[in-house]
Structure formats: C-alpha cells, structure tokens
C-alpha cells in the first residue's frame, strides 16, 4: 500500500506543479494585459503590483467578480467663441452603483486621417466612481493639441475599474459624428474659401521723433459676410554670426507688437490702419496680414516686407494714428475707410512695400564694391601705360645703338 501511494504522489506531483505554473501565467498574462493600456510607467508598474497581489491573495480557480459598464453614452460639442472658435465635446454616462468600482475608463480615438491629424487620441482613467461626466481637454498631459473637428467621427470607448481586460460582456462604446453647424457657427471645409487682403502698402511715417507704419489694403466686396483682420509683425533677427545652411533661415523674429485688429462691416472694400507699434529707423521688418470672416473661418496669410529707410510726413499720410492709450487686446480701434473717389486715390504716397528689401548694409556693400572695382580699374590702367612706356623707351634705345655702331665702325682706323 506504500509503494501504491508512493507512485500515485510521483505521477501527481508533476502535475500539480503544472497546473500551478499554468494559473500562474495565466495570471500574470492577465496582469500584463489588463495594464498595458499604461502609457506611463510608474502606473504600469502599480497596476502589475496590485493586480498581481491580487492574484496571489483570491482563488484563481473562481471567477472574480467585476462591475458593470456604464451605459446610455452621449456625447454634447458646443462652441467657444474667442479670438478664435474651437469646439468641446463633452462625454456623458449613466452607471449601476456598485461598492467595487473605483473608477471609469475613457478613450476618444478619431476615425477619419484628416482628423487624426488633429486628434492625435485621447485616455483617462482618472475619472472618479461617482462621476456621470467628463470634458475632453484641448490638450494631452503632453500638450499635444487635441481639436474636435466639424464633420470628423469619433470612437468613445468605455469601462468600469477594475475591468477583465479583453471581455466585452465588462466594456461599451458608441460612434460620434460631429455636426456640421454647431450654434450657428459651420464647418469653414463647406463654405467658400475666405478671400486674401490684396494691395497690401506699407508706408513708414515720422511724427514726433517717433517711426509709426500705415497699413492700406483693398478687400473684395462680400455680401452676408462681416469680417475682422488681424496682424503679425516679424523684426530683422540679429544672431552671433551663426551660420546655417539655409541663409534666410532665422532671418525674422516676431515683434512685440499689442494685439490689433480692425473690423469691416459688409461690402467695405477699402481699409487702412496704424500699427500700434513704434519702428526703429533703417531697420527691416515684416508685416503678415490675413482676414477671418464672422463664421472665424480665416484667409491664407499675406506677408508684405518693408523697410524704415524712406520715411514720410505725418501729412503724407491718409490714415489716422492709432491713439497711443488704445493699443490694449481688449479695446480695438475701428478704422474703416471707404475711399472711392479718384482724388483720394491719386493722393496716396508711394508703395514702399514695392521696393524689394533694401537694407543700409546693401548699400553699404553695393558702393564698397563699385569703390574696390574703380579702384582695380584705375590700377589696370596706370600699369599698362608703364608697360608701354618702358616698352617704347626700350625700342628706341635699340634703334640708337644700332645707327652709332656703324657710324663707329666706319671713322675707325
């Protein structure tokens, strides 16, 4: 009878072992899959920690028991209306109270590649029990944009904690496509394309000591439609005689200029304004204009160059200077000009922003080297005419010696 037990415990012994091994891994595959959606380490440690202490303290043979999903998903996307528009989507939910829920899981994935390109994805697990709500951010933890697009859709993927990774019977998710007007305000894709400033003149003044710049553009007439134009100012960027491949690479950086805007009502065709900033004289500058209609769908950028050399009379202007206590970002000046009349029109000065960009040091180098090229000319000359002159003197030196030679020769005894 002891050597039967003793040959039964030798065949079973292996096989327990197996079995143990097989919960074993089993349970540690399980850890591992429940807490790869991690992305950040120390979580994913703590989540390998807990779940496999878990493990070890219930009975891997008995199904643990999880609560449920929540359910009735909705999403709600409303429009924030600033400087600029930009769209928040809002994930709502219901839930069955449960003592075992610690918490929720959300993933927003984008489905279409044009709005991934915007949408770079979404999660949180730090979404409290109790909660029945949560607003997508404008930004990762990372501050990667994340902008809810009109017309793109969008996965919701959610579940309780802890969750069974992989059953579906402990997970739930819903489909969202957002709407193509939201509050009045549409999709900029399905509407016409937001025209560009044309004409664009920049023409530097002095008044008082101090160097202002008039801006003058032209607009297409656009019925239904009101629109603001908003600028940007980039100076000449000095660096420590660093080299790059490309010699117009950090040529510019942008000025600290306040911000300004000027507003149009419909069908004005003719603008003008004063850039609330002061210049410095015979400097370079850059100067990027673009519209944005009442929908804040915007126009591709105009940028315009133009130099401080040449400076105008505050009386050869025919705009008005932005007041100096106005350049603040929440008060605007309004300047709108409707000049139709010829007259006004042949009154304006020259287009500086025409001339290509002048700077004083091209000048500089342009009269240098006309300079160094006189100069080399002149030396040229002065050494030819030495030339021919020793050569001349040579030739007739020759032309002596040979008519006294003969002469010597003939008188001698």
Known sequence: MLLLLTAIDFFLFPACIGAATGAANRNSNGCADQCDHYGDTSA????????????????TFSARRYPSPPFNISIDTIAII???KFLESTVSWDFEPDAGRVGFYLRVTAVEEWCERDFSGYYTYD???????????????DNEPLEIQHDCTYLVHMHSMP?????PNFATGTEYTVPTCIEGYCSCANQNAVPVAENVSVR???KGGRIRAAVSWMYPAISGHTHQFRFDLSERFYHNHLS???????????????SHVVYADENVTSLSTVLPIDLAPNEE????????NDQLCHSDDVTVPFFTGLLLTEDDTNTKPVDDDNQTDDSYQKELYNDTDAEGIDKKPPLIHEIPEKSLYSSIIILATT?????????????????????YKNGKSQIEKSSVIPWAMAHSR
């Not at 969750?163 to 059953?167: T, V």
């Not at 500058?285 to 519209?291: G, K, P």
């Open 44 to 59: 994913y440690e703590n989540c390998m920690k807990k779940c496999s202490s878990e493990g070890f303290t219930t009975n």
């Open 82 to 84: 600033g400087n600029v």
């Open 127 to 141: 979404i409290g029990p109790m909660e029945r709500s949560h607003i997508i951010p404008a930004a990762t933890s």
């Open 163 to 167: 969750y069974p990774y992989g059953d």
């Open 204 to 206: 530097p003044f002095q």
């Open 244 to 258: 790059f491949a490309n010699p117009n690479a950090f040529k510019y950086r942008i000025a600290e200029m306040p």
């Open 285 to 292: 500058y850059r100067l990027t204009i673009f519209a944005m």
């Open 371 to 391: 300079f160094a090229l006189v100069t080399a000319i002149s030396m040229a000359c002065c050494i030819a005419y030495c030339l021919v002159r020793k050569f």
